[in-house]
């Protein structure tokens, strides 16, 4: 910076102060204004965009499970600035409209400016993983339109997947969620991230990114009291080869809480939430017909 730049840094900032020193008052505001946005961001956007409430670390004093939420257009997340990964993702899903717009493709993955560890594209350039979207492309971009598949590229939506992983099983379970599960329902929640259960391995091309053992997904319906939700829950080991029968990977949602440290839907009544997280069936779902579906690629 050069010294010039610096005098009129330092002069805006001496203005700024005498200001408040003049007119209090203005200060007050400031924290006001601050306050109420703030009070509009936890209270009514985040709510919005969750169902029964956000994800909670078990545990608080465990680092791992700490992160900060950030709300996108069409999807909400905690992200791990730690792990280089996010915790969890959140995102409604409902049939897809008849004339909704296919939107080309972005070329490359973006840098969140919110983010502490500024990962970029080329943060995963030779790695031996792929970008894993969580809140994947084709819903974010034909259900909330340019913004919501922009959001969907930037580099806090994204962790580290093997191809196969990816390209098959991955991209498997976000075709049958978008094509069966949601116009099933109409609506839809989805929660989705990484676990990690082995010792620490982190990318070679940037040692930021933590890597994963598995994924997990966390389907439930969008159900208004006295009717019951109904879940469905998956745990994905990066290990697979692809073609495995998605019926192989259910599980249930207590099994991922154990995994993760994270406590999903903690504003449900505790009497629903705990058949609801102990619950594996995947009839209502229309599993069977979607567990043989073939990959894309």
């Known amino acids: 910076m050069s010294k010039q730049s610096s005098f009129n840094s330092f ?13 209090p008052s203005l200060l007050l505001l400031g924290l006001l204004l601050g306050a109420g946005d703030y009070g509009y961001e936890v209270k009514i956007a985040r709510p919005a965009m969750l169902y029964q409430g956000e994800p909670r670390p078990v545990a608080g004093h465990n680092i791992d499970t700490w992160f900060r939420v950030l709300r996108n257009h069409g999807f909400i997340l905690g992200y791990s600035d730690w792990r280089g990964n996010p915790l969890w993702v959140e995102y409604a899903l ?13 070329n490359r993955f973006s840098t969140d400016w919110r983010s502490l560890n500024r990962l970029d594209h080329d943060s995963y350039q030779k790695s031996g993983y792929d970008r894993g979207h969580m809140a994947p492309n084709y819903a974010m971009g034909h259900l909330y339109g340019k913004q919501g598949q922009a959001d969907s590229f930037l580099m806090t939506n994204v962790t580290p ?29 989805v929660v989705t991230g990484p676990v990690f259960s082995g010792s620490v391995e982190r990318l070679s091309s940037d040692w930021k990114v933590e890597i994963p053992d598995a994924f997990f997904k ?18 994905v080991p990066q290990t697979v080869q692809g073609h495995e029968p998605l019926a192989q990977f259910v599980t249930t949602i207590d099994a991922i809480e154990a995994q993760t440290g994270l406590d999903f839907f903690a504003d449900l009544d505790d009497t629903v939430e705990n058949a609801l997280e102990a619950s594996q069936d995947g009839q209502p779902w229309h599993l069977q017909a979607v567990s043989q579906l073939p990959a894309r690629y």
Do not use: C
């Open 161 to 189: 997947q093997k191809a196969h992983l990816n390209q098959k099983v991955w991209e498997r379970l976000e075709e049958a969620e978008i094509d069966t599960f949601a116009p099933l329902f109409g609506k839809i929640w």
């Open 11 to 23: 002069k805006h900032l001496f203005t700024l102060m005498r200001l408040i020193y003049r007119h």
């Open 94 to 106: 409902t049939p897809v409209p008849e004339h909704a717009p296919s939107l080309k493709r972005p």
């Open 218 to 235: 966390l389907y439930i319906t969008a159900a208004k009291p006295p009717e019951k939700p109904r879940v469905l829950a998956f745990l």
